[in-house]
C-alpha cells in the first residue's frame, strides 16, 4: 500500500540541491522512500465498511437511540436516556469476551437475511426495568445475581415490544422483520458465529431509573454483507425521501383515525344563585334556557361541528345528528 504524494517545483529544486552537495546520499533517499510507502496493517482487525458505510450505520443507530427513548420512557414511565457511544469493527471473541456475567444477551433473526444478531443488555439496567414494571423506582441491587424465570419473561417481553424501534431504524435500508430466539446470560455459551469472524458492535450509554450501563447490538458482518452496498448517505437519503409516499400517509391516518377525542352535546344553560346552587338535592330540577324539541349543538373538543336531536338509545341518552356543520358556520358562531 503506497502513499503517492506529488512534489511540488521548489521541493524537487531542494531536493536536487541537497543532492549535488553530498548532503542527501541516493541510498539515503531509496530508504526513506522504502520507509513512506509502507503501512502497518492489522490482519486480526480487518476493516469491513468503508468510513461512509460507518457514517450511514451511525444515523441509522441514533435514529435506534431516539425511538428507543420514546418506547421506553412510555412503558416504564419515567425518565429514559439512551445515547450511542460507539461503532466498532472487532472480532466475535474480544466482544463475548468484554462482556459481564450475568449479562442479558438477546438472540435474534436478522430476517429476512440469513444469521442472527445479539441484544446485549447490562445486568444492572435489567434490574431497573424488572422493578420499574413490578412498581419500584428503579435501583439496582448491590450484589448482581442470575435472573428468575419471571425476570427473563418480563425482560423478553420487554425487548420483544422495543424490536419495533430496531425495525423502524433500518426501514430505509431493508424491511427487517426480528425474532427473539433466545435469551442468555452467560456469554460463553452463545456462538452465533465462530470466534475470529467480524462484526459490527454499535455501543449505546444508557440510563434507565437510578441504573446506568450499556446496550450493545452486536452484527455479524457476514449477516450484514448482503446489505453492504446500501450502507451510504446516498441511497439511505434517497429511500428515506421515498418513504413519504401514500403508504406511509395511510399508515398515519391509520394511527390518527384511534385517537380518541371528547364529543359534548350543549343541551342549553342556566343561571342560579349560589344559595340555590348550596341547596341542591337528589332529584332537584334546573330549568333551562332552550326547550327541548329545539336541536342541540354537537361539539368534538371545543370545535362546533355537527347539529342533533337529543333522544334515548334503550336505556341510555343520546343524540341524532341531523346536520353537519360547515367551516364558515363554525367560524362564524366563533
Same mark, same amino acid.
Given at each position: 500500500?503506497? #502513499?503517492?504524494?506529488?512534489?511540488?517545483?521548489?521541493?524537487? +529544486?531542494?531536493?536536487?540541491?541537497?543532492?549535488?552537495?553530498?548532503?542527501?546520499?541516493?541510498?539515503?533517499?531509496?530508504?526513506?522512500? +522504502?520507509?513512506?510507502?509502507?503501512?502497518?496493517?492489522? @490482519?486480526?482487525?480487518?476493516?469491513?465498511?468503508?468510513?461512509?458505510? *460507518?457514517?450511514?450505520?451511525?444515523?441509522?443507530?441514533?435514529?435506534?437511540?431516539?425511538?428507543?427513548?420514546?418506547?421506553?420512557?412510555?412503558?416504564?414511565?419515567?425518565?429514559?436516556?439512551?445515547?450511542?457511544?460507539?461503532?466498532?469493527? *472487532?472480532?466475535?471473541?474480544?466482544?463475548?469476551?468484554?462482556?459481564?456475567?450475568?449479562?442479558?444477551?438477546?438472540?435474534?433473526? @436478522?430476517?429476512?437475511?440469513?444469521? $442472527?444478531?445479539?441484544? =446485549?443488555?447490562?445486568?444492572?439496567?435489567?434490574?431497573?426495568?424488572?422493578?420499574?414494571?413490578?412498581?419500584? !423506582?428503579?435501583?439496582?441491587?448491590?450484589?448482581?445475581?442470575?435472573?428468575?424465570?419471571?425476570? $427473563?419473561?418480563?425482560?423478553?417481553?420487554?425487548?420483544?415490544?422495543?424490536?419495533?424501534?430496531?425495525?423502524? &431504524?433500518?426501514?430505509?435500508?431493508?424491511?427487517?422483520?426480528?425474532?427473539?430466539?433466545?435469551? $442468555?446470560?452467560?456469554?460463553?455459551?452463545?456462538?452465533?458465529?465462530?470466534?475470529? +469472524?467480524?462484526?459490527?458492535?454499535?455501543?449505546?450509554?444508557?440510563?434507565?431509573?437510578? &441504573?446506568?450501563?450499556?446496550?450493545?447490538?452486536?452484527?455479524?458482518?457476514?449477516?450484514?454483507?448482503?446489505?453492504?452496498?446500501?450502507?451510504?448517505?446516498?441511497?439511505?437519503?434517497?429511500?428515506?425521501?421515498?418513504?413519504?409516499?401514500?403508504? =406511509?400517509?395511510?399508515?398515519?391516518? #391509520?394511527?390518527?383515525?384511534?385517537?380518541?377525542?371528547?364529543?359534548?352535546?350543549?343541551?342549553?344553560?342556566?343561571?342560579?344563585?349560589?344559595?340555590?346552587?348550596?341547596?341542591? !338535592?337528589?332529584?332537584?330540577?334546573?330549568?333551562?334556557? !332552550?326547550?327541548?324539541?329545539?336541536?342541540?349543538?354537537?361539539?368534538?373538543?371545543?370545535?362546533?361541528?355537527?347539529?342533533?336531536?337529543?333522544?334515548?338509545?334503550?336505556?341510555?341518552?343520546?343524540? =341524532?345528528?341531523?346536520?353537519?356543520?360547515?367551516?364558515?358556520?363554525?367560524? =362564524? +358562531?366563533?
Amino acid at each position: 500500500m503506497s #502513499d503517492d504524494r506529488v512534489l511540488s517545483q521548489n521541493e524537487i +529544486d531542494n531536493l536536487l540541491q541537497d543532492f549535488n552537495s553530498g548532503e542527501v546520499e541516493a541510498e539515503e533517499l531509496k530508504d526513506d522512500d +522504502d520507509e513512506k510507502s509502507v503501512k502497518a496493517y492489522d @490482519f486480526k482487525h480487518p476493516d469491513k465498511l468503508s468510513k461512509d458505510q *460507518l457514517r450511514t450505520l451511525r444515523m441509522i443507530y441514533e435514529n435506534f437511540a431516539r425511538l428507543l427513548n420514546t418506547s421506553l420512557s412510555t412503558q416504564l414511565r419515567t425518565v429514559i436516556h439512551v445515547e450511542l457511544n460507539s461503532i466498532e469493527q *472487532l472480532s466475535y471473541d474480544e466482544f463475548v469476551s468484554s462482556l459481564p456475567q450475568p449479562t442479558i444477551m438477546s438472540i435474534c433473526d @436478522f430476517n429476512p437475511l440469513a444469521g $442472527e444478531f445479539i441484544l =446485549e443488555i447490562n445486568p444492572r439496567l435489567g434490574y431497573a426495568i424488572v422493578e420499574r414494571l413490578f412498581g419500584g !423506582q428503579g435501583s439496582p441491587p448491590s450484589n448482581i445475581r442470575d435472573f428468575t424465570d419471571i425476570e $427473563e419473561m418480563v425482560i423478553k417481553k420487554i425487548l420483544k415490544q422495543n424490536l419495533s424501534a430496531f425495525v423502524e &431504524a433500518w426501514e430505509n435500508v431493508i424491511d427487517l422483520k426480528p425474532r427473539i430466539k433466545s435469551l $442468555e446470560s452467560n456469554p460463553q455459551f452463545t456462538q452465533i458465529v465462530p470466534g475470529n +469472524d467480524m462484526v459490527i458492535l454499535a455501543t449505546f450509554d444508557a440510563e434507565v431509573a437510578e &441504573a446506568e450501563g450499556l446496550i450493545n447490538v452486536c452484527i455479524p458482518y457476514i449477516v450484514l454483507e448482503p446489505i453492504v452496498s446500501k450502507l451510504n448517505a446516498q441511497y439511505w437519503f434517497s429511500t428515506a425521501r421515498d418513504s413519504t409516499n401514500t403508504e =406511509e400517509l395511510e399508515k398515519l391516518k #391509520d394511527r390518527l383515525s384511534n385517537a380518541k377525542l371528547p364529543v359534548m352535546a350543549d343541551l342549553g344553560t342556566s343561571t342560579i344563585t349560589v344559595a340555590d346552587l348550596l341547596d341542591l !338535592q337528589s332529584g332537584d330540577v334546573i330549568k333551562l334556557d !332552550q326547550k327541548t324539541i329545539k336541536e342541540a349543538i354537537v361539539k368534538v373538543g371545543s370545535k362546533e361541528k355537527f347539529i342533533g336531536k337529543p333522544g334515548v338509545v334503550g336505556s341510555k341518552l343520546a343524540i =341524532e345528528i341531523s346536520s353537519v356543520l360547515d367551516k364558515e358556520e363554525a367560524v =362564524e +358562531d366563533e
